[in-house]
């Protein structure tokens, strides 16, 4: 297997369920980079909420946002947000739609706003920005509601064009973004970017936002762990997030060479 990028999803992919990195990932990402492979993370979660792990892996490749940024050796070489009419427009209809005691959050580059301090349905991040929503003047990458229930996502999603929505498989939100803001679309832009092509790329992932990038890479990888969606579209499965399986796959088939 010749690859020249590794793409890590990361909440249920490289990160275990207490939100780690283990040290047998880092070491072997690090054997990695030291054998001439990019690696990189490509995450919903924004550029604000992941410094530690970059701090753990140094990554030369972020791609966050579920895809809406793409930074590469710290350069962010692409973009994709909403206007700030269309934020503002997403978020007064989420409160229309969902109530006003809607919980909300929203990323913009570097940036994590949330409009609950406390009683929080999630802990995904308890350093973020407090705002109520109420006059936001920011154009936002990603906004994601408090909802499981479809029908209002879409009543949601309807209230500017070009509006992808997504829910999560293990929490009831659902995330807002741009239509071209996907990891799929990130891969493509990164790969013309270095003249690379996504057949010499590994990915690996969990959930449905990931369906995208782990079919148009050379070979995409399903954690154990991930839902049946992901693992059906997958070239191969390994073990679960909380056994290693990333580190545990690179080092059987990349590192060591071995045929899939």
Known sequence: MKAKIILCDLDGTLLRSDKTISEKSADVLQKCQENGILVGFSTSRGRANIGAFEQKIKPEILICNGGASVFFRGEQIFCAEFSIEETRSIL?????????????????????FWNRESNKSTDYDKNAIFDDFKNFQHPAMKICVQTDDKSQAERIAAAVCDCDFLPFSDIPWYKFSPKCATKENAIRFLCDYLKIPCEQIISFGDDLNDIGMLKICGVGVAMQNAIDEVKAVSDAVTKSNDEDGLADFLEQYLLCQKSL
């Open 92 to 112: 007064a209809k989420a409160y229309d739609v969902c109530g006003e005691n809607a919980e909300i959050t929203l990323d913009l580059i570097d940036k994590l």
